[in-house]
Every structure is written in structure tokens, then in C-alpha cells.
């Protein structure tokens, strides 16, 4: 990737217009957008002033909105804020006590709904559940569970008294699960029985035990049992028994506004996974102002965000956003295409989903399935589909707008990142739209396109994204290691580094390109060379590897392992199948390679450097660049 700075793409192809009553019914239009953008960027301070005045409720106002002692900053400081209160006792006060919170949907068409009301009650009694086991604010909570209407309790259950939590994917490893509840120093842990996955019932609960086997930090396990209820040992509280026994009533705690709300890993440069800790008012604030105004949110719509809560969109696009804005929310467990190819269309068509939102990864799978699958299907309902993870190529851009939002919808990019919280570059639904090109930046936020030194390059030059100042949502540290948070910030002294290479055109519009590090992006799921090699060396065949992204057609990218093996090791078929399952044991499923190749050597610097430049330029049998460091 790094190769491509300072190449020059040709521009992008023409302007695609929403329908009329996209335009005529949403919030902000081009006019309003084209103002309300300059202002928000001449006085951001004013600009989220004035929304997070409007937009939330506080037990206290701030005093400042915004401090900045670089690289660390805060928003709405001295303001009291709970951001539960936000997303459910407010909508209560107001009278929405039995609209849907969420209908959750599952492979199997399983359905279950749960009102504000029912919600409320839930959430306030996990509380009181966690103050009674001595939970106090700023406790972390690990959540290891998958999408249902439990784990979004527990998230807001935690959030509500103060506790911190970290939700860890339920695909990740025991390996990988334990790495994180030790680094958060967890003392709480709140873990599914299982989740089915293309019908197979994936063991929860036998991952959380290893993981949590002589975890010191650990006191207490919750387990949420699904179905057939299980012999428990002494340690673990059943979910269900923990809530029953609690009162309902739970008082929200007014928390300074930056009181952290939550941690989630993700992937760096390193083998180790980085905690982003995200802080409350300023995180409320922002993804309910986003949820609202890119998905031009109404109080009839049925939103659906096909991400897991193990990632940050699910945190931010299926709990905290829609909540907030007190909407109804589809939730579905399972795989995209099972029983078939059309699972996800029926849902659609069954509930009347309005605004839709999937990844990238998932249309192109869809567009290899054929259009007959959707097409047998009621999509009438969609008004808004949006896009996000990772780029989407302009023919599934417009397989997407044709075959699902049937030429009637706005297609909605949306470039973000577990840093940032919520959407920063957008293409409004409201907005002419690019194929191909994220969009435009979102209100408040002045993204450019620059070269390492910090300039700006000329329209159509590849060059490195950058954000020029912290917005309310913008992650405040990495936890327990302050220095890496600050690199964002001085990468580029004084702006915020994104670790995306992107292109500009005349008009604004931006077009991200990929990861500028060693960062992987695989169905949309971010995972670091780095990881991926630590798992594949702590096979006892292997001396050293070397890990590179490949263009793939459905993935986006996939994953290749070039493997030195220890010496007297035989290289066989069934070596490499070994190496997987270890890869599988130590990171999950996602991190296990498509491909591995043995070899005899790795091309490194003179300091011993992997190359994967040159690893990648090979493979794709393209010109490796700057060869100058090689060592040999
Ligand atoms: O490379 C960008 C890509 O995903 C990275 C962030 O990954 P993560 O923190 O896991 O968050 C994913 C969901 C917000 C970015 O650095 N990415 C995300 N959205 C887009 C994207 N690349 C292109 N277009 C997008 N819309």
C-alpha cells in the first residue's frame, strides 16, 4: 500500500442523485449541509454546543465543550451525563415506554421483541445485580456473548452504574478472550452457553471456562444460558437467576462526562491488540447526532445493522446511536447466508426494514449468489442502505442500489474506525452521491488528504488521511498505553492519523484506498500481520512467519502466511492444516490464513525487518519499490 502514495488515480466516475423524497423528507439537505458544514468547521465548539444542547439530556451542563492539552483533550467537561438515561429513561418520560427497543431474528426465524419498557426494567436490575456483587464505577466487565437481547443488557446494564465494559467477539479465541479480560484486569465476566452459526452450535461457554482458568483478575462469571439450562459451577451466577432477584429500580448515576465508557480491542501493528477507550458524553453525543442525521432517522423506521456488538459499529449502530434516538432496532444472529442466500432479504421483507446497513464484504457475496435471490423478495420497505468496513467498489455500489434498494434508495457510505467512535466521512443520503468514494466529511469534521510532512496534495494524489482536530467521539486513550494513543497525534504532529491512504477530488469527495500500516482487512474485519504471525510461530514447526493481505474478490482482502519451518521439519499438506487449527486456537477463525506457503526465507531489512512490501510485491507479481534496505 504504502507504494501507492503520491500516485495520481483517475477521477471517479459521474454523480448518482437520491430519489426526490429521500431529499424532501431528510433532515439536512445540500443547502442546509453546504451552511451547517462551514459553521461547524469555523466553530465546532459552538456547533456541539448547540447539538449536544438540544440532542441529550444532562444532569449538568458543562462548563467548557471542549479542552484540548495536546495530544489529550475532553469535551463537556464539568457536564453530568448518564448515557443510559439517554437511551431509555427519557424515551420512558416521554411516553414510549412500550414501543419496540428490539426484535431480534435468528437463523432459524426465532423471533423475540423487547419494549423500552421491558428493556428499562432489565437493564436496571443487571445494574443492581453488578452493585451487589461490589461493582463499582470504573470496574471493567468483559462480555463475551453474541448478538441477542442479553448482551445488550449487560452492555447497558454495565454503562448505567459506571462500569466499564469490553465486549469481546464471540469468534474470538480463549486464547485471544483471555489476552483482553487480562489486560482490561476484568473482574466481572458475562458469557453466553453457545450461538449457532449455518446451524452449528458454536461452545461459548468451553472457551470462556479456558479463558477464564486461572485468570487472577477474575471474581465472578454470569453466565446467560440459552435454552436448555446447564449444571454450574460455584463461581458462575446464571444470567437469568442474577436478574430476577434484583429490584427494578435503579437510579441513573450522573458520571462526569468523561468518565470512560467502554473499552474495545482492536487490531494494530503489533501482536498486541490495542484498548480503545471511548469516554461517555462525547461518544452519547456523537453517535446519536449520526445515527439521526445519516440514516435520516424517523420514529416509524425499523433500522437494521447487520454487524456484530463485538465490533464498534454494533456498539455504536445497534446499541448506543439507535437507542438514543429511541428507534427500533432488528438485531439477527447468524450467518448472512444460511439456510440460503435470501435469509437476510426475507428478513427484510417480513419486517419491513427501512434503513439497512451491511458491509461491503456481504454485497459482493450476495452478487456472487445472483440477483434471483433477492429478487423474490419485497425490498419496498428500504429507504436508506448504507455501506462500511472497508471500501466498496463501485459494481457492488451499484449491484447493491439496483438489487436491493431497487434504484429507490439512498446508498450511504460510511468511513469510520473504532478511533473515532462514529462516522467521519459520509455521503449524506440527502447528498449526490460517488460511487466508489466514501463522501464527504461529516458535520464538525475537516478531514483532508495530505502528504507525510502534512501538506495537502493536489486533488486525485494518493496521500495519507488525516483528521485536523479531536471531534467529541474521538477515542481518548488506549488503555494502560498512553504512548500509543498518542502516536495517532504525532504521526503528523498536532492532527489526527488515520493509517488510511485516500484521494481527494475537486468537489471534496474522498476516496479511501486501503490501510497505510500493517493492518489487514478480511470481511471487513480488522486484524494485524503482527497477530497473525505470533499465532503462526507458536506452532512447534514453525521458526518464522511472515503474513500479507491479497486482493479477494468476496473478502476484500485475504489472508497469506509465508512459513519458514524449524529445520528437519517435512513440509507437508497436512502441516499446514495443523498450523491453521493452531492459528484458529490462538486468534479465532478470522485470523487463520487462506494460504500458506513454505519457504527458506523471508526478505528483511539489514535490521532484521520482515518486508512484506516486497513479500506482496512478489506475490502479485508487481514491482516491490524501494528495495534499497533489503538485506539480502
Ligand atoms: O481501513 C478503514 C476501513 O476499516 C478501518 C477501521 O476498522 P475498524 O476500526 O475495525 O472499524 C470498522 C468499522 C467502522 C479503517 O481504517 N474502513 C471502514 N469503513 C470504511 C473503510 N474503508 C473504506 N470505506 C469505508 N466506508
Known amino acids: 500500500m504504502q507504494d501507492q502514495e503520491n500516485e495520481i488515480l483517475a477521477p471517479a466516475e459521474a454523480l448518482v442523485y437520491p430519489p426526490d423524497y429521500i431529499v424532501n423528507e431528510a433532515y439536512i439537505n445540500r443547502e442546509i449541509y453546504a451552511k451547517m458544514y462551514r459553521d461547524s468547521i469555523e466553530n465546532p465548539e459552538g456547533f456541539w454546543h448547540g447539538i449536544a444542547e438540544k440532542e441529550l439530556h444532562w444532569f449538568e451542563k458543562w462548563k467548557d465543550t471542549f479542552e484540548w492539552n495536546y495530544p489529550d483533550y475532553k469535551w463537556f467537561v464539568g457536564g ?67 448478538l441477542c437481547i442479553e448482551q445488550i443488557v449487560a452492555i447497558l446494564g454495565c454503562a448505567r452504574i459506571g462500569a466499564v465494559h469490553s465486549v469481546i467477539y464471540a469468534g474470538f479465541s480463549a486464547k485471544a478472550l483471555k489476552l483482553r479480560l487480562d489486560d482490561a484486569k476484568a473482574r466481572v465476566l458475562v458469557a453466553s452457553t453457545y450461538t ?8 461459548l461457554k468451553a472457551i470462556a471456562d479456558e479463558a477464564t482458568e486461572g485468570l487472577e483478575c477474575m471474581e465472578h462469571i454470569i453466565i446467560h444460558q440459552r435454552e436448555e439450562p446447564m449444571l454450574l459451577d460455584e463461581l458462575e451466577i446464571d444470567f437469568d437467576q442474577f436478574i430476577a432477584t434484583q429490584s427494578p429500580v435503579c437510579e441513573a448515576i ?219 467521539s474521538a477515542f481518548r486513550t488506549c488503555f494502560g498505553e498512553p504512548e500509543r494513543f498518542q502516536k495517532y497525534w504525532n504521526e503528523i504532529e498536532g492532527v489526527y492519523f488515520a493509517g488510511d491512504l485516500a484521494t481527494m477530488d475537486e468537489d471534496g469527495y474522498i476516496m479511501i484506498l486501503g490501510r497505510s500500516d500493517d493492518v489487514l482487512n478480511v470481511s471487513g474485519h480488522r486484524i494485524g500481520t503482527a497477530e497473525v504471525e505470533s499465532a503462526l510461530v507458536s506452532h512447534p514447526s514453525v521458526a518464522e512467519a511472515a503474513v500479507i493481505g491479497k486482493p479477494h474478490d468476496i473478502k476484500g482482502q485475504s489472508i497469506k502466511a509465508f512459513v519458514i519451518l524449524k529445520q528437519g ?29 513454505f519457504v527458506d526465507k523471508l526478505p528483511k531489512t539489514r535490521s532484521g525487518k520482515i518486508m512484506r512490501r516486497v513479500l506482496k510485491a512478489k506475490e502479485m507479481g508487481t514491482e516491490a519499490g524501494d528495495t534499497s534496505t533489503l538485506e539480502d
Not at 196 to 203: A, L, N, S
Not at 381 to 406: C, F, M, Q, T
Not at 569 to 597: C, M, S, W
Open 196 to 203: 449457532k452459526r449455518r446451524g452449528k452450535m458454536v461452545d
Open 254 to 472: 450522573p458520571f462526569d462526562s468523561e468518565h470512560p465508557l467502554f473499552i474495545l480491542y482492536t487490531s494494530g501493528t503489533t501482536g498486541k491488540p490495542k484498548g480503545v477507550v471511548h469516554a461517555t458524553a462525547g461518544y452519547n453525543l456523537f453517535t446519536h447526532y449520526t445515527t439521526k442525521i445519516v440514516f435520516d432517522l424517523k420514529t416509524d423506521d425499523i433500522f437494521w445493522c447487520t454487524a456484530d456488538t463485538g465490533w464498534i459499529t454494533g456498539h455504536s449502530y445497534i446499541v448506543y446511536g439507535p437507542l438514543s434516538n429511541g428507534a427500533t432496532t432488528l438485531i439477527y444472529e447468524g450467518a448472512p447466508d444460511f439456510p440460503d442466500p435470501a435469509s437476510w432479504w426475507a428478513v427484510i421483507e417480513k419486517y419491513r426494514v427501512t434503513k439497512f446497513y451491511t458491509a461491503p464484504t456481504a454485497v459482493r457475496l450476495f452478487m456472487k449468489y445472483g440477483d434471483e435471490w433477492p429478487a423474490k423478495y419485497d425490498l419496498s420497505s428500504l429507504k436508506i442502505i448504507g455501506s462500511v468496513g472497508e471500501p466498496i467498489n463501485p459494481e457492488a455500489w451499484h449491484w447493491y442500489d439496483k438489487n436491493i434498494g431497487r434504484n429507490n434508495c439512498a446508498v450511504v457510505d460510511t468511513w469510520w474506525q473504532t478511533e473515532t467512535g462514529g462516522h467521519m466521512i459520509v455521503t449524506l443520503p440527502s447528498l449526490p452521491q460517488k460511487p466508489g468514494r466514501a463522501g464527504l466529511p461529516f458535520l464538525g469534521i475537516e478531514a483532508i488528504v495530505v502528504n507525510r510532512q502534512g501538506t495537502p496534495v493536489p486533488p486525485h494524489t494518493v496521500g495519507m488521511l488525516i483528521i485536523k482536530k479531536p471531534w467529541p
Open 80 to 146: 453530568k451525563i448518564n448515557i443510559t438515561y439517554n437511551c431509555l429513561d427519557r424515551h420512558i418520560i416521554a411516553g414510549h415506554f412500550h414501543k419496540c427497543a428490539y426484535i431480534y431474528t435468528n437463523e432459524a426465524s426465532t423471533e423475540q421483541r423487547i419494549t423500552y419498557g421491558e428493556l428499562f426494567d432489565k437493564v436496571c436490575r443487571f445494574s443492581n445485580g453488578l452493585l451487589s456483587l461490589g461493582i463499582n464505577p470504573g470496574d471493567r466487565v468483559g462480555i463475551y456473548m453474541p
Open 569 to 597: 521439519i517435512e513440509k507437508t499438506e497436512d502441516l499446514k492444516k495443523h498450523i491453521n487449527h493452531q492459528v484458529k486456537h490462538e486468534l479465532g477463525a478470522i485470523g487463520v490464513p487462506d494460504e500458506i506457503e
